[in-house]
């Protein structure tokens, strides 16, 4: 669990550097996920792509790709994708809502 106080510590003041420091502070709970329970560790992942492509600057792609190539492995060990979409729907929905977003699928290449 992320304490409110570690929290604290690491988002900035300014606006601008805080979606940064609160996606790290995100993502390391969800790489401990990632081992033992790599379906949850996908919809983490997931959503943080989905927010950035959504709403981010292009240059949090970066990030997003990276979280992209993680769910690719991870995939690889989820036998019950349960109601979400597999890994194939998954990456064929976001080309078709943001396939002009070049910035991002230059890096997942």
């Given amino acids: 669990m992320v304490m409110p106080e570690r929290l604290a510590s690491v988002v900035p003041s300014s606006p601008e550097s805080s979606a940064s420091a609160a ?8 790489v401990a996920l990632a081992e033992r329970h790599p379906l949850a560790a996908t919809i983490a992942l997931r ?5 950035t492509l959504r709403e981010a ?3 949090r792609y970066g990030h997003a790709a ?3 190539a993680a769910c ?3 995939a690889e060990r989820i036998e019950d ?3 979400i ?3 194939e729907a998954y990456v064929a929905r976001l ?7 070049s910035g991002f699928w230059t890096r997942t290449a």
């Fill in 23 to 30: 996606a790290r502070v995100v993502a390391a709970p969800v």
């Fill in 47 to 51: 959503a943080m792509i989905d927010f």
């Fill in 57 to 59: 600057p292009s240059s």
């Fill in 66 to 68: 990276r979280h992209l």
């Fill in 72 to 74: 690719a492995r991870m």
């Fill in 81 to 83: 994708w349960r109601a």
């Fill in 85 to 87: 979409e597999a890994r």
């Fill in 95 to 101: 080309r078709a809502e943001h396939g002009r977003k």
